[in-house]
């Protein structure tokens, strides 16, 4: 029965979160947590991939959830996937928008963790032939202590910004002398 209220509990909270921004409410700064994105540079080519493993880092404070909501220039970048697959949350809600924006809610139903842990993947596509951008948190992201809700993200992050660049043109092969 507990296991029971506890699943019903985390989907009705991840609800709120992607739904209303909850994070968004819950005192920022509060905490020592961060998020990072890895790569946090690179140079891609006009319609290549371009995956940013996104990381959070409570420290000793344990957490059970969180919403990493990242923003990235639509002209430049077009999402395409969440790939959750190494995260450390086991729950995902995952809501991609026409703004620029993808909000990813995870919780774990496992029970708490701390540290620095895999949030998920996030896939995008280069729509740019040249030109850089950025992606970064939005003020809406937030790292969950389950003891009492409170949002342990200091509201610093380590953002991510990336290039672009056409490919060289690859030259015609040189014919090679016919045999006389």
Sequence with gaps: MKSKYRQLTTFIIAGLIVTTG?????????????FTLTPSTGSYANG??????????SGSELVNGVEADLSFDQAKLQFVSVD????????????????GKVLIARTNDAGVISGSKIVAVVNFKALVGT?????????TSGIVRPSDGANLW????????????????V??????PSPS
């Design 22 to 34: 909850l994070f968004a409410s819950a005192v920022s700064g509060a905490g020592s947590a961060t």
């Design 131 to 139: 030109g850089s951008t950025p992606i970064t948190f939005a003020a």
């Design 48 to 57: 290549s991939t371009v995956s940013v493993t996104i990381r959070e880092n």
């Design 84 to 99: 959750g697959s190494t995260s450390n949350f086991d729950r995902a809600w995952i809501t991609p928008t026409s703004a």
């Design 154 to 169: 200091n509201g610093s992050t380590a953002g991510a910004n990336f290039s672009f660049a056409t490919p060289a043109p």
């Design 171 to 176: 030259p015609a092969p040189t014919p090679t």
